[in-house]
């Protein structure tokens, strides 16, 4: 799949040449991260919900559904009448993101909350290499610092935070192929965004993913209506509306790669409020998984022509 947009722009990392991405202010550099921030901050939501998990999926797409529609609206965003083949790849995207969804719940039910988020983002691996490939060529040297810095810090977050045992394997391989399912979610909405502001097309993908979620929910026989909302509610707000709206605004002016490299940031932050909210210990190792991530964004950062 390509990435195209109105103009031919230069990509933000040298040697790279993607058309999709424009030159990344401060503020798309800030909603990459933050987006992410609250993304990884959604297992902890899906396990305090007294629905199923796969119907936690629907119900964060259906609560955030009026607000993100009345955002496009005031924002005089399109939701209807877009050309067919950005429906389609809308529709596309929309689907993998209800059984990114379903499979990323399920997991999460079945595994550690430290292993939902680090192999829920197995695709920012598909990312990287992706970026790659559609670029041509070899990365510059600094490219190659930063896949190193992300790829060696989130490993060692992996080998000190994942339990990986018989009893959490399936969850495990459920949250594997969760994040490759992400990983064609964003590839679409990046290629669909040339069309269709953030919020019209976070619309969309809400009303073709919800009720996809919900034959699942109800398929699984499992409970769908809560008796407490307000894990639900903040999973709709926190990884839906803010998560997912930040980095759909930031999807137009990042190649793959960068988007990927941002993913990997998601096991840093799970470890971090992991030490906060749950009291799991932070080594000497784990602040030097954290900071090689850090660091592999501010090489990234610091080759991007800011505009």
Same mark, same amino acid.
Not at 96 to 99: D, M, V
Not at 253 to 262: D, E, Q
């Given at each position: 799949?390509?990435?195209?947009?109105?103009?031919?722009e230069?990509s933000? $990392?040298?040697? +790279?040449?993607?058309?999709?991405? +424009?030159?990344?202010t401060?503020w798309?550099w800030a909603a990459?991260?933050? /987006?992410?921030?609250?993304?990884?901050?959604?297992?902890?939501?899906?396990?305090?919900?007294?629905s199923? @998990?796969?119907?936690?999926?629907?119900?964060?797409?259906?609560l955030a559904?009026? %607000?993100?529609w009345?955002?496009?609206?005031? =924002?005089g965003? @399109?939701?209807?009448?877009?050309?067919?083949?950005?429906a389609?790849?809308?529709?596309?995207?929309?689907m993998?993101? *209800?059984?990114d %969804?379903?499979?990323?719940?399920?997991?999460?039910?079945?595994t550690?909350?430290?292993n !939902?988020? %680090?192999?829920?983002?197995?695709?920012?691996i598909?990312?990287?290499?992706?970026?790659?490939a559609? *670029?041509? $060529?070899?990365p510059?040297?600094s490219e190659?610092?930063?896949?190193?810095?992300? %790829?060696?810090? !989130?490993?060692?977050?992996?080998g000190?935070? =994942?339990?990986i045992?018989a009893?959490?394997?399936? &969850? #495990?391989?459920?949250?594997?192929?969760a994040?490759?399912l992400?990983a064609v979610?964003l590839l679409?909405?990046q #290629?669909?965004r040339?069309?269709? &502001?953030?919020w019209?097309?976070?619309?969309?993908?809400?009303?073709?993913?919800?009720p996809?979620?919900l034959?699942?929910?109800?398929g699984?026989?499992? @409970?769908v209506?809560?008796?407490?909302?307000?894990?639900?509610?903040?999973?709709?707000?926190?990884?839906?509306?803010?998560? +997912?709206?930040?980095?759909?605004?930031?999807?137009r002016?990042?190649? @793959?790669?960068?988007?990927?490299?941002?993913l990997?940031t998601?096991?840093?932050?799970?470890?971090?409020? /992991?030490?906060?909210?749950? &009291?799991?210990a932070?080594?000497?190792?784990?602040? *030097? /998984?954290?900071?090689?991530v850090g660091? =592999?964004? =501010?090489?990234?950062?610091?080759?991007?022509?800011?505009?």
């Open positions: 799949m390509t990435t195209a947009t109105d103009a031919h230069r933000p $990392t040298q040697g +790279q040449s993607n058309p999709a991405a +424009q030159h990344p401060t798309h990459l991260i933050a /987006g992410n921030i609250a993304l990884a901050l959604g297992p902890w939501s899906v396990r305090l919900a007294d199923g @998990p796969v119907a936690a999926g629907f119900w964060r797409l259906a559904l009026p %607000l993100i009345l955002i496009a609206k005031r =924002a965003e @399109p939701v209807f009448g877009v050309p067919r083949r950005v389609w790849l809308v529709a596309l995207g929309a993998a993101f *209800a059984f %969804l379903a499979s990323w719940h399920v997991g999460i039910e079945l550690r909350l430290g !939902s988020t %680090l192999f829920g983002n197995a695709g920012s598909v990312l990287l290499f992706w970026g790659l559609v *670029a041509r $060529t070899m510059a040297r190659w610092i930063a896949i190193v810095l992300a %790829l060696g810090g !989130s490993a060692i977050l992996l000190r935070s =994942a339990d045992s009893s959490t394997l399936i &969850g #495990d391989l459920f949250c594997i192929a994040g490759l992400y979610y679409c909405l #290629d669909a040339r069309a269709l &502001g953030s019209s097309l976070l619309a969309r993908v809400c009303l073709v993913a919800a996809a979620l034959l699942v929910a109800l699984r026989g499992e @409970p209506w809560p008796t407490d909302w307000t894990p639900l509610v903040v999973l709709a707000l926190l990884s839906q509306v803010v998560g +997912q709206g930040l980095l759909v605004f930031a999807l002016a990042f190649p @793959p790669m960068i988007i990927g490299l941002a990997l998601q096991p840093a932050v799970a470890a971090l409020y /992991g030490w906060l909210v749950f &009291g799991e932070l080594g000497p190792l784990d602040l *030097a /998984g954290m900071a090689m660091a =592999a964004l =501010a090489v990234a950062r610091a080759r991007a022509p800011a505009r």
